[in-house]
């Protein structure tokens, strides 16, 4: 008979089953009553009414979809505006959209990266330094834009100078504005130092600092008074603190023009909904006009932190508005969490592969709308469902 091929994937499923890293999909419902510590709402626009009215109005006008590539016929003059108000708000000189945060940085790595393909003369290779501690989508762009790629340890402009050093040619540094696991923040203006000291670019990964770093949310590469720089590229996600979905590069022009023609998940990919757009519009709009918002949010990360650790739990003290607590180990965290949902609150759980460092978590994400007596009551529920030591 001939071999099963998928039979391997059973004995791999058995694997994860006995480690405790089997991950299982949890439909929610459109009311729940838990108390959400868990997603990224991190300003709570995700149903706020002017959000959803303008997500509805944009898919009763331009239709549910985009219907095509950026390039064909998935730009609409709703996009533009998006492009416009994010640079604006940011301080950069342009933005581009995509489809998410994800293909944002699989774009401007591999693009920023990647050889002419015009010249007919290949340039030297260039280097990408990565931070040890960066997100997925950063490593992918990593592995696709083929380059030389070095990994450095954490938050380390020292070890990114030195790497930079022994390199001649291109270079670009990549990193994680506030990286996702710990919620620490990347010491942005030492390592834009350190690559200009070498004419190295810097990309910085920005999805968890806007909205909630920088004056009123613009971020924390306004916040480091880097954004608009010529050698400074940025990424956000629409997701978290915008409420809505897609992602953006933001840049110098010249950046963003090189991204049309060279980034494969912008030319190759379909747009951004129309709705999705109207919604994270709708969400600039709120957070220009209210940004006492970015303010709430690591208010109440910092008093999770505080109430957390009182106790006697170990947290990374939050740069922004992830919340990450130790668990003792994979199986421990993943009760911990079922326990947490079962007395009404959403938390996260992060556990190897998703955690490099082999350390198991609940990640607890702040929200600006959580009320004073949410945030006790939270608190009070990671601390009674906790494992022994």
Request: aromatic share 4%.
């Amino acid at each position: 008979m001939p071999q099963d091929p998928f039979d391997w994937i059973d004995a791999e499923h058995e694997r994860r089953l006995a480690a405790g890293l089997v991950r299982t999909l949890r439909p929610r419902s459109a009311d729940s009553s838990l108390i959400d510590l868990a997603g990224n709402d991190y300003l709570g626009l995700t149903r706020h009414p002017e959000v959803t009215a303008a997500a509805a109005d944009a898919a009763r006008r331009w239709g549910a979809g985009a219907t095509g590539s950026r390039l064909v016929t998935g730009t609409t003059a709703l996009h533009a505006r998006l492009e416009e108000s994010l640079a604006d708000f940011c301080g950069f000189e342009a933005a581009l959209v995509f489809s998410s945060g994800y293909a944002a940085n699989l774009a401007a790595v591999t693009a920023l990266c990647g050889p002419s393909t015009m010249s007919g003369v290949s340039p030297s290779v260039p280097l990408v330094v990565s931070d040890a501690g960066n997100h997925a989508s950063l490593i992918d762009g990593c592995r696709l834009a083929r380059a030389e790629t070095a990994v450095v340890p954490h938050a380390d402009p020292e070890a990114v100078r030195k790497t930079l050093e022994a390199h001649e040619g291109r270079a670009l540094a990549v990193t994680d504005s506030v990286f996702s696991v710990d919620g620490d923040a990347a010491p942005l203006a030492a390592l834009a130092e350190a690559c200009r000291e070498h004419g190295a670019a810097l990309l910085v990964d920005d999805a968890h600092g806007l909205g909630v770093l920088g004056e009123g949310g613009r971020g924390a590469v306004h916040a480091a008074g880097l954004a608009g720089d010529a050698d400074v590229v940025a990424t956000v996600t629409l997701s978290k603190s915008l409420g809505s979905q897609g992602g953006a590069v933001l840049g110098p022009a010249r950046v963003i023009r090189h991204l049309v023609s060279h980034a494969r998940t912008f030319i190759f990919d379909t747009g951004l909904a129309p709705a999705a757009v109207g919604g994270a519009l709708a969400s600039l709009e709120v957070l220009r006009r209210e940004p006492g918002r970015a303010a709430r949010v690591r208010y109440v990360a910092g008093e999770l932190h505080r109430r957390v650790t009182a106790a006697g739990l170990t947290a990374v003290r939050p740069d922004a508005a992830v919340v990450s607590v130790r668990a003792p180990s994979p199986e421990a965290a993943v009760r911990w969490a079922a326990d947490c949902r079962t007395a009404g609150l959403a938390v996260g759980c992060f556990r190897p592969p998703s955690v490099p460092d082999g350390i198991s978590r609940l990640r607890l994400t702040a929200r600006a709308d959580l009320t004073d007596r949410q945030i006790e009551e939270a608190a009070d529920t990671v601390l009674r469902t906790a494992p022994a030591a």
